[in-house]
């Protein structure tokens, strides 16, 4: 599986934007970057995702860079809701799988 | 609509034991997997199934195993427990095979306490 990297952890100021980086120097044409983020006491949720252009939906915004060998997921505004470790996942088209490799992921914490 | 549901939340087990996990999917759901989490390994894949198939299976030992049902539930198994086999066990579900834009759903999971 190619590999993610990540912080192991960041802080937040509420209502500030969080810039979350990944890198992914090993991804290949076919990967999608997905992000998943596990809440306290709970099981990973889907976050956003994408191949080469930058994606917006309701939670999160994922910038691309143009090699495609980094990302960063942006939270435009944190909420203390928004504590969690954020896991940065490659998936193959080329596998058929659906398992995940889960790196390390960076333990978000968000300061009131 | 459910989510993916997982049954018991927690249990305690003594050494060679075993346990079985249940997990019923999103309903419409074909894919299920069940992935382990430990504090110091983090969060490992442990299989896939679908329609009722083994379709990929993690490193783990032959005493893990699981199964699929012709509705989709799933269940896991492990044998002879080992006091390492102390984690949170997750299942999620995914509407089809391995497309790499499928949104993966998980359960709350299951907390096995070995002793």
């Known amino acids: 599986d190619a590999k993610t990297t990540q912080p192991n952890s960041m802080e937040s100021n509420e209502e500030e934007p969080v810039h979350l980086p990944c890198n992914h120097s090993?991804?290949?044409?076919?990967?999608?970057i997905h992000w998943y983020r596990q809440l306290p006491s709970q099981g990973p949720e889907y976050v956003i995702h994408?191949?080469?252009s930058n994606v917006n939906n309701r939670m999160a915004s994922l910038a691309i860079a143009e090699d495609r060998k980094s990302s960063t997921l942006i939270l435009h505004r944190a909420t203390l809701r928004d504590a969690a470790v954020y896991y940065c996942i490659l998936r193959d088209t080329q596998t058929g799988a659906n398992n995940l490799f889960f790196g390390t992921g960076t333990r978000l914490t968000v300061i009131p | 609509k459910a989510g993916v549901t997982q049954t018991p939340r927690y249990l305690i087990k003594t050494r060679g034991q075993q346990v079985t996990l249940s997990c019923s999917p999103i309903?419409?759901?074909?894919?299920v997997s069940w992935y382990q989490q430990t504090p110091g390994q983090g969060l490992q894949f442990l299989f896939e199934y679908f329609s009722e198939t083994q379709r990929n299976k993690g490193n783990f030992p032959g005493r893990f195993s699981g199964r699929q049902f012709s509705n989709s539930r799933s269940e896991m198994n492990v044998s002879t427990l080992e006091l390492g086999d102390s984690a949170l066990y997750l299942c999620a579900s995914s509407l089809a095979e391995g497309r790499p834009t499928n949104t993966i759903y998980f359960g709350e999971g299951s907390w096995l306490t070995v002793v």
């Open positions: 994408g191949l080469t």
């Open positions: 309903s419409g759901h074909r894919s």
């Open positions: 090993t991804i290949s044409g076919t990967d999608y």
